[in-house]
């Protein structure tokens, strides 16, 4: 592979061992890829921070990555980690402090603690340029909505590249391993608006079109519902991209790039009809996978006030971002709380015990990613429920 003399030199040792070690890890990861060269990235995102998945060992690593002289040379942000960092809903205080001691590594070593998996909202991409991102539902987010180049990477890796600030060009980071494979038409009337169905249609993408890339045409009734719909079709799907007509930048050339794609005609009407939401029981409703931007925060005050403000029967979490909370006035803060809709900072239900520790063994969720990861990843049951509509199943009980 053709290295730079500043990669060479990096590889060598003349920025210190960490950054040597990082150097040969990425470059070996290249050669095995078969790429011709390094590209210099604009910003790593890491994924798989929680004390939760990556126990003692990941912690362990970290802190001796952070005790050497390396730091991150892009922009680096942190998906969610186990805890709430202003609560600690009753989480046990070993592994809060354990949780700590990872964000204290990451933080020494330069990145920002934005702590969510929604870092696209508070960042001006710009179209054709590299990043090194963790977090399936980011990367299908940036890649789509952005037409900005990344590929599906493991967290470890995306910690080494954000150290050397680059990665192998392969994949996704070359226009001809973007080309859309498969014509995707979604028909059935007007433009979609449900999250849950936009969760389900994009579960049904990734199933029909398998390791291949879709260009999907289909209407959307904005930007909550789009997320929806890339954060699960990423999670059932290997590379986590799409291109979606009139949405993706450079959507007309994707097109024209096309040779003889497969064509995949999809009736939302179908997906509508097994969409059917149980009656069952539940203990809490869920909101906020990817994390709730202010828009969607702002439909659920909305919906509160529109109920005359009473309080929810049964709890909300809604999982966002400090970016959120600090965008909202003292009122609204308070409204939301004497609602019983809790604002949860910083984690994800899938990588944190905080459900478990507040009582909770199933909830209501629109979110299908939820759908998929909750019972694996740690033991809570789910029912599904519709956007903005889950809150009538606590309010109109
Ligand atoms: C929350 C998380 O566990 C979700 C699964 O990740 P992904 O959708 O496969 O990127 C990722 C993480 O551990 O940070």
């Not at 997320?227 to 050339?253: C, R, W």
């Not at 984690?347 to 998929?372: I, R, W």
Request: proline residues 5%; hydrophobic residues 40%; aromatic residues 10%.
């Amino acid at each position: 592979m053709y290295l730079s003399k500043y990669e060479e030199a990096m590889l060598h040792g003349d920025y210190g061992d960490a950054i040597a070690r990082a150097m040969q890890v990425v470059v070996k990861v290249g050669d095995v890829l078969k790429a011709d060269r390094l590209i210099e990235i604009e910003t790593a995102h890491i994924a798989g921070v929680s004390y939760l998945t990556i126990g003692d060992p990941g912690l362990e690593y970290l802190e001796d990555l952070a005790k050497s002289s390396a730091r991150f040379h892009v922009f680096t942000t942190v998906n969610p980690v186990g805890i709430d960092v202003l609560n600690d809903w009753g989480i046990d205080k070993e592994f809060i402090d354990k949780q700590w001691r990872i964000i204290n590594a990451l933080k020494s070593m330069g990145a920002s603690l934005w702590l969510t998996c929604t870092p696209y909202e508070y960042l001006r991409i710009r179209p054709r340029t590299y990043h090194a991102w963790a977090e399936s539902n980011a990367i299908a987010y940036i890649n789509a909505v952005h037409d900005a180049w990344t590929e599906k990477l493991p967290g470890p890796f995306v910690v080494l590249s954000a150290l050397v600030g680059r990665v192998p060009r392969y994949g996704l980071y070359t226009l001809s391993g973007r080309v859309p494979t498969h014509v995707v038409r979604v028909k059935g009337g007007q433009a979609i608006n449900n999250p849950l169905i936009a969760g389900l249609l994009g579960r049904k993408i990734a199933e029909e079109v398998g390791d291949g890339k879709p260009y999907l045409v289909a209407k959307f009734g904005g930007n909550a519902v789009i997320k929806q719909l890339l954060a699960s079709y990423a999670t059932y799907s290997p590379h986590a991209f799409m291109v979606i007509d009139g949405v993706t930048p450079n959507h007309k050339e994707y097109l024209a790039m096309m040779d003889k794609p497969e064509e995949i005609n999809l009736d939302i009407n179908d997906i509508i009809k097994d969409s059917g939401v149980e009656k069952q029981n539940f203990d809490a409703i869920f909101l906020g996978c990817p994390h709730y931007g202010i828009d969607e925060v702002m439909s659920v005050i909305n919906y509160v006030r529109s109920k005359g403000s009473r309080r929810a029967k049964k709890p909300v979490y809604i999982t966002t971002t400090p970016f959120v909370i600090n965008s909202l006035s003292q009122d609204e803060l308070n409204l939301l709380e004497n609602s019983n809709i809790h604002l949860v900072l910083t984690t994800c239900p899938v990588v944190s015990p905080f459900l478990k520790s507040v009582g909770v063994n199933t909830v209501a969720t629109e979110s299908v990613k939820q759908m998929y990861y909750l019972p694996k990843m740690i033991g809570i049951n789910y029912i599904s429920c519709n956007g903005i509509k889950c809150l009538d199943l606590a309010f109109d009980e």
